[in-house]
């Protein structure tokens, strides 16, 4: 009599996601280290501001330009390669998700279909997307789940993860919290509306970093629940 094989036999295919993970992992720290250099431009920018406004004719018109410049430049492509990242992370989750199910038979919370739209419909973008994340951190950890479930099992009551939560939190706080600021500092016009608005970007450069961090510690640690759990997705040594 043969033993039971370590993970259930189910139709669907794994299919290995460490070269999407890392991909996600790489962008992550570019789009970090753009930030920072943005953040040059922008302390920089901040100076002048302040100078408009005390003591305009002060100014160095030409340093003006050339930070006008320097911010449109690295406002360009920090959208770009927010937007190659985040569809980075969307193929990698799709894959996480769908190797989720097929290392065991509890169904998900949320159908395949809010793996995406969860993040692009509003209001259920705020609380959908972690739902994903943490019903595919639960059924990808080893021994996380237990063996012999309930039926029917759900995962509504799974214990969840200090690190998902964290990442979910700064995810929060980095990207609406800091839109609405940005959308209130903006409303008026002129030098000081200008420098309410540097002011809040160079207080969420910290949160959006730590945020990076936390998304690419979830990405790796989800790939290597995966992986420990299904040897075939394991690189060749």
């Given amino acids: 009599m043969h033993p039971a094989p370590p993970f259930p036999r189910l139709p669907r295919h794994v299919q290995p996601v460490r070269a999407m993970a890392i991909a996600v992992v790489v962008l992550l720290g570019v789009t970090t280290l753009i930030d920072l250099l943005a953040l040059v431009g922008t302390v920089e920018r901040l100076s002048l501001l302040s100078r408009i406004v005390d003591a305009p004719y002060t100014v160095d018109v030409d340093a003006l330009r050339a930070n006008d410049d320097w911010y449109a430049f690295f406002g360009l492509t920090r959208s770009g390669v927010y937007a190659l990242t985040g569809i980075t992370f969307l193929i990698w989750l799709t894959k996480a998700r769908s190797n989720a199910e097929a290392l065991t038979a509890i169904e998900h919370r949320r159908d395949s279909q809010w793996v995406v739209l969860g993040w692009l419909l509003p209001v259920v973008n705020l609380w959908f997307p972690k739902q994903v994340v943490d019903d595919i951190w639960a059924t990808s950890k080893p021994g996380h789940l237990p063996a012999n479930p309930p039926h029917p099992a759900t995962l509504r009551n799974a214990p969840r993860s200090w690190l998902v939560r964290a990442w979910w939190l700064t995810w929060l706080f980095s ?63």
């Fill in 175 to 237: 990207t609406w919290v800091s839109l609405v600021v940005h959308q209130l500092t903006s409303r008026g016009e002129g030098p000081v509306s200008l420098l309410l608005t540097a002011r809040a970007e160079l207080f969420f450069a910290a949160p959006n970093a730590i945020c990076a961090v936390l998304a690419s510690l979830v990405v790796l640690r989800i790939t290597r629940f995966q992986e420990h759990r299904h040897p075939s997705l394991a690189p060749a040594s």
